[in-house]
């Protein structure tokens, strides 16, 4: 997967989680960010990677977003490896 297509998937689900109040709430209390923030950083990947993380933390999450988003539950996993802060930690 390309860098423009974790990020075209992190900002589906942004859009997911906008469209849902809870979601959004929930996403907010989790980053900290307030909704100006949000709209003014939205596009940036370190953003997109927080809102995957927060889609990630939930299987019920993951798995209706993945739904209308017409995708494979695998491929938001896949696309959080590629985005800043996601990479695999080796402490050895």
């Known amino acids: ?8 998937i ?7 989680i906008a469209a849902e109040e809870d979601l959004l709430f929930a996403f907010f ?27 990630l933390m939930d299987d ?4 209706a977003f993945c739904e209308t988003a017409q995708i494979r539950p695998e491929l938001p996993g896949i696309a959080r490896k ?3 802060g996601g990479e695999e930690v080796h402490w050895t």
């Open 60 to 63: 019920q999450r993951l798995l």
């Open 29 to 55: 209390d989790m980053t900290g960010l307030s909704p100006d923030d949000l709209r003014a950083r939205a596009s940036e990947p370190e953003i997109l990677g927080g809102v995957l993380d927060f889609i």
């Open 82 to 84: 590629i985005l800043p």
């Open 10 to 16: 992190a900002i589906q689900a942004l859009g997911h």
């Open 1 to 8: 997967m390309k860098p423009d297509q974790a990020e075209l």
